[in-house]
């Protein structure tokens, strides 16, 4: 089995930033692809970024895009999201996820880590 830890969440006015920190555990894939996921409150879980297992390819969405970047050390095993310019609206539960490819999807990805809240305040 793969565990998957979030960290760097928290709280931060808007325009400020945050660096979101994933690190697998376990059984892994050598280098699986890894995306970010988030859920607003009162809301459905949501794609943010992904990197494949080589870094060579990345996705975006198209509200994230120019804001964040995501980034991975394979040798540590650890995925990053590097959250610039935060909005209010990107207030969420940030989720990890580790898969066999890099898309959009949820359904994809195989482990989730345990989620990780940032908050944007105005």
Sequence with gaps: ??????????????????????????RTESSPAMGWFRQPPG????????????????????????????????????????MNNLKPEDTAVYYCAAGPMAWTSPVVYDYWGQGTQVTVSS
């Design 1 to 26: 089995q793969v565990q998957l830890v979030e960290s760097g969440g928290g709280l931060v006015q808007a325009g400020g930033s945050l660096r979101l920190s994933c690190t697998a555990s376990g």
């Design 43 to 82: 809301k459905e879980r949501e794609f943010v970024a992904v990197i494949s297992g080589s870094a060579g390819t990345t996705y975006y969405a198209n509200s994230v895009k120019g804001r964040f970047t995501i980034s991975r050390d394979n040798s540590k095993k650890t995925v990053y999201l590097q």
